[in-house]
């Protein structure tokens, strides 16, 4: 039975990256009909974020990645990776190291002088097990580091780049057991994956580098490995590695930006992996459908924000009005508009939806429906309303229709052509100034539209502010 596993270090919000790895095991497990499971891996205690779980799993909903199992939280069992070091001990496999933190530094200092790799220079690693347990009955302190292999190097298959050589030669012999007692990701996430019986391990490229250390404990432990694949980095669009310095990476950041989940998690599921033809939008009943490991690549993904913008609107033009009402709501009421006529709001809502390509965009394209001074937006708008076919449009608009409030957009359309014949004023000479009166901008919505939701009386009003 297929099960992956989400595994987050809770020190900050989720990242981009981290909703991807999230999403691709959680449509692997979708897919094959296993299960996914949640595991928090906090055993970087300096570094934990006590809100940052809660943030993970309410970002996860959010997106609509459902897990099975978990949170499982590393923090709590402390007590089954120590049993685990300690077979390694007694194995041989393991062993106590007591080296200060400065005599470790000075020792990379001088490897770094002769040019040679920097490590652990495995000082302590011929240190008997009884001599090791007395210095640390007398209170010494210490960590419990793994035995690497001097020589040769550990060749494995990843699901997405293949046969993969790396020499331990490059390699330290990782610490396991910090000394606050608490176990580092390498020898956690082992043992987690093994007991929790993960079939498949998903993750980032970073971790590449660390696999060796982890088939080697898996082979130390007597047990079958899952099944590895390592996706490519997130990269920003000149290439360099996407991160917090480079613009938004937090999941949170583009909540905020009013990026709806589904577009969201469609613009990540394609950072690294296609379906096989040209197709972009796939909701995600159709990406558990579709997502293979198969059809991962190797190479970086590249972010950009201008497709996700753009895949974002394509969802904004496709959501119910009734759920797109509610979504631009806070964002219209923070703007200080009067949203409370709720019919009023979807109209006004259903007008916009194809001009906006995140919610906060919805503030300024239906501002005319709610702010009466409406200006010019610039001075090529201003230049319409002031043209003096402009205000001869607006005086003569205003002397034969004011009174007649009850006419519709249509009819008022109409009107506008009668006289526009009459007074020889034609194309975008017509209507454009019109349309600037009304909303302050040149180009948007028809004009029978505007009309029907600002009323004529307010028509009127706008228009006559432009008449000499």
């Given at each position: 039975?297929i ?30 009909g ?10 970087d ?5 006590d809100?940052a ?7 996860l ?21 120590k049993?685990?070091?300690r ?14 933190q ?31 347990e ?27 780049r ?5 020499p331990y ?16 990701y ?34 130390y432990?007597?047990w ?11 990269l920003?669009?000149?290439?360099s590695k ?17 990026i ?10 394609l ?10 939008l ?19 993904a ?29 964002y ?22 194809t ?16 702010k ?8 090529k ?39 526009g ?14 349309r ?14 505007l ?16 008449k000499?």
């Open positions: 039975m099960r992956t596993r989400f595994a987050p270090s809770p020190t900050g919000y989720l990242h981009v990256g981290g909703l991807r790895t999230a999403l691709f095991n959680y449509l692997l497990a979708r897919k094959e296993g299960s996914f499971i949640l595991r928090v891996e906090d055993t205690q300096k570094r934990r974020v809100e779980v809660q943030q993970i799993i309410d970002m909903h959010w997106a609509g990645i459902e897990f099975d199992e978990g949170p499982y939280i590393q923090s709590e069992r402390l007590e089954v990776y049993r685990h070091a077979q390694l001990l007694e194995a041989g496999h393991a062993y106590y190291c007591f080296c200060s400065e005599r470790i530094e000075k020792v990379r200092q001088e490897q770094i002088e002769k040019k040679q790799h920097p490590g652990y220079d495995r000082h302590c690693r011929d240190n008997r097990l009884d001599e090791a007395n210095r640390i009955e007398n209170g010494e302190p210490h960590v419990v580091r793994m035995k690497l292999p001097l020589e040769g190097e550990r060749v494995f298959t990843d699901l997405v293949g046969v993969v050589r790396i030669n490059v390699l330290d012999d990782q610490v396991i057991i910090k000394s606050d007692g608490y176990p580092t390498h020898l956690a996430v082992v043992v987690d994956d093994h007991l929790m019986e993960i079939s498949h391990i998903i993750r980032g490229e970073e971790w590449l580098s660390s696999t060796p250390k982890h088939f080697l404990l898996y082979e432990f007597g079958e490995p899952p099944r590895m694949a390592h996706l490519p980095l997130l920003n669009p000149d290439r996407l991160s917090k310095r480079s613009g938004h990476v937090a999941v949170e950041d583009y909540r905020s930006m009013g709806l989940p589904e577009a969201l998690v469609n613009f990540v599921a950072l690294g992996w296609n379906p096989g033809d040209d197709r972009e796939f909701t995600l009943d159709e990406l558990i459908r579709e997502f293979t490991i198969e059809r991962v690549n190797k190479a970086g590249v972010f950009d924000i201008e497709k996700l913008k753009w895949m974002n609107g394509e969802y904004i033009k496709n959501c119910s009005i009734g759920r797109l009402t509610e979504l631009v709501k806070p219209l009421f923070d703007a200080g508009f009067d949203i409370s006529d709720l019919k009023k709001l979807e109209k006004v809502v259903e007008l916009i939806r001009r906006i390509a995140t919610l906060p965009e919805a503030v300024e394209e239906t501002a005319f429906a709610y009466s001074d409406i200006m010019p937006e610039d001075d708008a201003k230049e319409l309303v002031d043209l003096d076919s402009s205000k001869k449009l607006f005086s003569v608009l205003i002397e034969r229709f004011s009174g007649d409030t009850a006419l519709t957009g249509e009819e008022f359309k109409t009107k506008v052509q009668v006289i014949k009459e007074l020889d004023i034609k194309g975008k000479l017509l209507f454009m100034p019109i600037v009166a009304l909303t302050g901008k040149a180009k948007g919505p028809d004009l029978p539209h009309v029907d939701i600002l009323g004529m009386e307010e028509v009127f009003k706008r228009i006559g502010r432009w000499p």
